[in-house]
């Protein structure tokens, strides 16, 4: 799967790259402890099976946003089929911009990616789920094309 971003605030996280790995963990953790993630921190060895289970994945797109050069956030995404589509689709899985980096366009540099990728890899939809206490991010995903799904598990989705 060979995938190219145009934009040059955006750039595929690079598995051999140390400061990529650091900041994908970095990123993840921060998300993860953040109220929207509810969750504990990485262990170590949990970081290492991130980074392996990603770069090994055959179908993952991890996509970092850049400010002034440094890394501010990350957007997961794995390729799927759709059958109702016929063609390939891409579930996002998580979009995350760091506290420090949050309201300067960031996610929707992400959003914009991954869209410009789903085109480039003539996907038919690309999916993702959003928290109904999140209208930050459902307002991002509506302005950005996505709409709710059928379900009220605010399962969303953009049309390609």
Known sequence: MEIKIEQPDLELCDFTNPQHCAALCD?????????????????????????????????????????DGAIAGVLNAFVNFSTFKCKPMINVHDVFVSDVYRGKGLGRKLIQGIIEIGKSLSCGKITLEVRVDNPTAQNLYKSEGFEEGNDPMYFWTRHL
Request: hydrophobic fraction near 35%; aromatic fraction near 4%.
């Open 27 to 67: 990123l993840i953790n921060e998300y993860i402890t953040h109220p929207m993630g509810g969750g504990e921190p990485l262990s170590d060895s949990q970081k290492l099976r991130l980074l392996d289970g990603l770069e090994s994945h055959p179908k993952a797109i991890t996509l970092f946003v850049l400010n």
